[in-house]
């Protein structure tokens, strides 16, 4: 039997033991994460090879080969926050109530209100202005305001905005900023400069109705993922198994399996944004080594190839002869042709 192979794979990834991605907990051989968005994957299989040479012409008289590797690479065209995680070996974290994930926001909007002392702002969200339990510290500034001309292009140093009684959408940036700290002088292009504990900003341009640009940092409980890469971890080992179909020279398709039962992704990564071109690939590789498979604990393999052929497929069914000549031979095709559909 021949077959050509012109099908991606769907893939899935088993832990090798407990494991925690995110906040979900795998134990031994349960799936962990399915791949059916893929565009490529390959299997390579390498050795290294020493000889004996000598003579004339220093030939090669012996060879040996060794240090077997099998390879496992596959592009996905998406992926997803827990893929991401386990490609690189990142924490995943999930936004919630004991997990607030801090996002920065930046919006343009125009001013609301304008006084002597003070102009507001109003945010389409509330705007995080430190001293939760993500961020203990409430003494930093994380609400900047900036004016812009008619080009929209920014046209003031940041004012800083306070958050306001109500602690709602609506910003507040005062004319005099307060700040906690004492007198001091730094040196910017050779010209000594002032921090005092209150400085008077230049509200000379503002006026209600003006465009600002604010920069800004909010609060999430929910609908947001964060991924922490971190020094000291890299993905992990799991068992792969990866179905495909095999093509037949007689056109059927024969589904195929692939299993590497012990896999360790590279923590190697490229994250390409372009505005332009195709559309930015995931891509695993993952280095196999000898392990057993959960079907065969007597033998080690790198990996493991099964072919199946369907014997439901009635691939070699054939016509039966048409009777003729005499009743007698008629007779006794039609009870062959009977037994032989009743089998079917």
């Known amino acids: ?10 893939v899935v990834l088993r832990a090798k033991a407990a494991m925690k991605v995110g906040e979900k907990v795998f134990y031994k051989n349960e799936p962990v994460l399915y791949f059916d968005s893929l565009k490529t994957s390959s299997m390579e299989g390498a050795a290294t090879t020493v000889y004996a040479q000598g003579g004339r012409g ?3 008289l012996i060879a040996w080969e060794g240090e077997r590797t099998v390879t496992f690479t596959m592009e996905d065209a998406l992926i997803s926050p827990a893929g991401f ?3 690189t ?3 995943l974290t999930k936004a919630d109530s004991s997990n607030k994930i801090i996002v920065h926001k930046t919006e343009i909007t125009k001013i609301k209100t304008k006084d002597a002392s003070s102009f507001t702002v109003e945010l389409s969200e509330a705007p995080y202005f430190g001293g939760s339990a993500t961020k203990p510290d409430d003494t930093a500034d994380y609400v900047y305001v900036m ?3 008619e080009n929209g292009e920014v046209d003031s140093e940041p004012y800083i905005a306070s958050e306001t009684e109500s602690a709602g959408k609506t910003i507040t940036v005062y004319a005099t900023e307060t700040k906690n ?3 001091k ?3 910017l292009s ?7 504990n209150n400085r008077v900003n230049d509200f000379t341009n503002i006026a209600e109705g003006k465009t600002v640009l604010v920069d800004y940092y909010v609060e999430k409980t929910s609908g947001a993922f964060q991924i922490d890469i971190t020094p000291d971890k890299f993905g992990g080992n799991f068992y792969l198994e990866a179905s495909t179909l095999f093509r037949a020279t007689n056109g059927v398709d024969m589904p195929a399996e692939f299993i590497i039962p012990n896999c360790k992704i590279q923590s190697n990564f490229t994250f390409t944004m372009a505005s332009s071109g195709d559309p930015s690939t995931f891509t695993f590789t993952m280095d196999a080594f000898p392990d057993y498979t959960r079907w065969n604990p007597t033998k080690k393999v790198f990996a493991a190839i099964q072919v199946i052929e369907d014997s439901d497929t009635l691939t070699d069914f054939e016509r039966l002869g048409t009777p003729h000549n005499t009743s007698s031979v008629a007779s006794e095709y039609n009870t062959t042709q009977k037994d032989h559909i009743e089998k079917v």
């Open 58 to 60: 220093n030939a090669r």
């Open 185 to 187: 002088t730094f040196s």
């Open 85 to 87: 995680s386990i490609l």
């Open 181 to 183: 700290s004492d007198e």
């Open 147 to 149: 004016l812009l001309d």
């Open 1 to 10: 039997m021949k077959f050509g192979v012109r099908e991606i794979c769907d």
């Open 89 to 91: 070996g990142a924490g």
């Open 190 to 196: 050779n010209e000594n400069h002032e921090i005092t």
